[in-house]
């Protein structure tokens, strides 16, 4: 048997009291088995049982029992004379409710929801709501604890406690007890029958939890969701990692530096975890532009005819067989070494040329170079690679990806971010491969070979042409000796460094085009062309075994353009030369015989000039066409060195054809 009493202890809300004081008491309880009775029940009017308070647990007199009809007075439970009535009449009420939802058996909990926030590096907070669902549960026992609230034990044997007043806030304590409040203060309801109270609580006022069974385990795990909002928009990580970072953190550094640096060592550390799980990465396509601007003494008329070439590659995914996270190579730690799998990578692309802004000619490529097998990957956030690891790089000769975190911009997921890092291509870019050298050289090549170009070439030419008439050839001849002989002066020099160098220092860059050296002969040998005397850029003439240099050998009895002391040993160097080479070989004794080089051989070398030099002999003789030369510099190298000039008049070893 349940009965129905309340503890006296608890207080009505503020402003209730004075509220119900005029409200007739019409519910109470039965003495004996202390259930509610209504001032109209069977047992009230018949008066077969006493009825009692149950919140002062007074005896009741019932007034007008069984006259619903009046109202001045309405029949009602009367207090002993005397007596405090408090809050008897809403306390009863609410008795009463609670009795009726322990009959329907059954109660219907919301939904508890909690949130909690967490702030990223950024400054931005991060807020996320975790909940338990609502649920139907079913009540086994209900009892009232105060005038305020209930007890009700469900049958699972959890217990719930009932705030009847729809006034508490929600708070954890702890312990683990399940609150809910739900507002049965209205006076009207010490006023409504069994039936009405009935017909109420089918659809009973909001009903809100202030704590939950689960309460603290809901603070956990609003408290991890919301961290966990923060790791997956990569603006925060975990206590381990913090700690971690406070570790190694510079003490030099400001708060603002280092929340600065955080985030760049999570996007970092994001961008390697990713490309190290990837079994294969999305990259650019590989371009080369060169560019030729019209002379400075062309300008005006030529300014719209700047010559445009770009090669490029397409886009390509490459397969990853190895991912290996910082790994020392050569004098670099790169931030990924891969090794490329699948099929072998060739680097084959088309070229595009343009005249001003007219489209002039494409073309694709007739030959591709091969890929190397290892793949380098340098992952930026605020600081790129800088020059010294550039020059690194450039060393090692691999290809070198860089991907810039810091232009993908935006709030990124994590999965959007792998995704950015691994599929797309915004934000990388080539920062060395092989096959970009060769190709700007191919470029440079061709552009020079262009008809505007060859066109520039000859109007620079007439341009220059009175100024180089106004001056003798032996001037030009002078200058162009004095050239040559600095430039590959200059050039042994370079391969020496070259042979000396450390293997982990860069290579040593030969002279080309853009050195004041080459541009000083090549303006030289353009004098003497205009005053009839080709050919002193052609390869056979200047390159490092050319005849000018080999002749100047031997005429300052010293190796020019070659590492060597003597000019013998540059003539032995010209008697183990190939077949090709073999057709000047009658210049070069010419040579020897005009500046007198025999004087200084040891014994030994004059017997191994002498039969070199007979063997010449033979075949010229024999009008073999490997030593017989054409005339093409005969009088050029006639004007450079006028002690060879009568010999090479006579026709010596000239070959017959045209």
């Not at 007739?366 to 790089?393: F, M, N, Q, S």
């Not at 970009?436 to 060859?454: M, N, Q, T, W, Y």
């Not at 075994?545 to 590492?563: C, D, E, F, K, Q």
């Not at 008697?575 to 004087?599: C, F, P």
Request: some cysteine; charged content about 25%.
């Amino acid at each position: 048997m349940t009965h129905w009493r309340v503890a006296p202890a608890a207080q009505l809300a503020k402003g209730q009291e004075s509220a119900v004081d005029t409200v007739p008491l019409k519910w109470a309880h039965d003495a004996a088995t202390g259930a509610p009775r209504y001032i109209h029940d069977p047992e009230v009017v018949d008066k077969t049982g006493t009825c009692i308070c149950p919140a002062c647990e007074l005896a009741l007199t019932p007034v007008l029992a069984g006259q619903p009809m009046r109202v001045r007075p309405t029949a009602h439970f009367r207090h002993p004379a005397g007596a405090l009535r408090d809050a008897c009449v809403l306390v009863a009420a609410r008795a009463a409710a609670v009795r009726h939802l322990a009959e329907r058996g059954f109660i219907d909990l919301p939904r508890r929801t909690m949130s909690a926030r967490a702030q990223g590096f950024s400054g931005q907070d991060y807020e996320v709501w975790v909940e338990e669902p609502a649920e139907q549960v079913r009540v086994s026992s209900a009892r009232m604890h105060d005038h305020a609230t209930a007890l009700l034990t469900l049958d699972d044997g959890r217990e719930l406690t009932v705030d009847l007043t729809g006034t508490r806030e929600p708070r954890a304590d702890g312990s683990g007890h399940a609150v809910v409040t739900i507002a049965l203060s209205d006076p009207a309801l010490a006023m409504l029958d069994a039936d009405a109270i009935r017909a109420r609580l089918r659809v009973l006022p909001d009903m809100r939890w202030c704590s939950h069974w689960n309460e603290q385990d809901l603070v956990l795990r609003s408290r991890t969701a919301a961290q966990r909002a923060v790791s997956d928009a990569l603006d925060g990580w975990g206590d381990d990692d913090e700690a971690e970072f406070l570790s190694n953190l510079p003490d030099d550094m400001t708060p603002a530096e280092a929340q600065a640096y955080r985030r760049e060592t999570l996007l970092h550390r994001e961008a390697k975890a990713a490309l190290e799980a990837a079994e294969a990465i999305e990259t650019p396509g590989l371009e080369v532009i060169v560019t030729r601007h019209p002379p400075e003494e062309l300008a005006g008329d030529w300014d719209d005819q700047t010559i445009r070439k770009v090669w490029l590659t397409g886009r390509r995914r490459l397969e990853l067989d190895d991912v290996c996270l910082e790994r020392r190579l050569g004098r670099i730690v790169p931030d990924v070494i891969a090794t490329l799998g699948g099929r072998q990578i060739y680097t084959h692309g088309g070229t595009l040329t343009r005249v001003g802004d007219e489209f002039d000619e494409d073309a694709e490529d007739g030959y591709a170079p091969a890929w190397p097998p290892t793949l380098l990957i340098e992952v930026k956030v605020t600081h790129g690679i800088d020059d010294e690891k550039l020059r690194r790089i450039q060393q090692l000769d691999v290809p070198t990806l860089e991907i810039d975190l810091g232009s993908l911009g935006g709030r990124l997921s994590r999965e959007q971010f792998r995704d950015l890092v691994v599929n797309q291509i915004v934000g990388k870019r080539w920062v060395h491969h092989p096959a970009l050298a060769g190709k700007r050289r191919v470029l440079e090549s061709e552009i020079d070979e262009h008809p505007v170009c060859l066109e520039w070439a000859q109007r620079i030419r007439e341009f220059n042409r009175p100024r180089w008439l106004a001056k003798p050839a032996e001037h030009w001849v002078s200058a162009y000796l004095s050239a040559a002989t600095g430039f590959h002066d200059s050039s042994v020099q370079i391969r020496r460094a070259q042979r000396t160098r450390n293997p982990a220092d860069a290579p040593v860059k030969v002279l080309g085009p853009e050195d004041v050296e080459w541009q000083e002969l090549a303006a030289a040998a353009e004098a003497l062309d205009a005053h009839g005397l080709p050919g002193g850029m052609d390869r056979e003439m200047i390159s490092d075994t050319g005849l000018v240099p080999r002749i100047l050998s031997i005429r300052h009895n010293r190796g020019i353009g070659y590492a060597v002391d003597s000019g013998f040993q540059v003539l032995n160097a010209i008697m183990q030369s190939g077949e090709d080479n073999r057709r000047w070989h009658t210049l070069y004794t010419i040579a020897v015989k005009a500046y007198g080089l025999a004087q200084h051989f040891s014994e030994k070398q004059a017997r191994l000039y002498a039969a070199w030099r007979q063997l010449i002999v033979e075949r010229v003789e024999a009008v073999d066409e490997t030593y017989l030369r054409p005339g093409t510099y005969d009088a050029t190298l006639s004007a450079l060195f006028p002690e060879m000039a009568a010999r090479i008049a006579t026709g010596y070893g000239l070959s017959k054809k045209r």
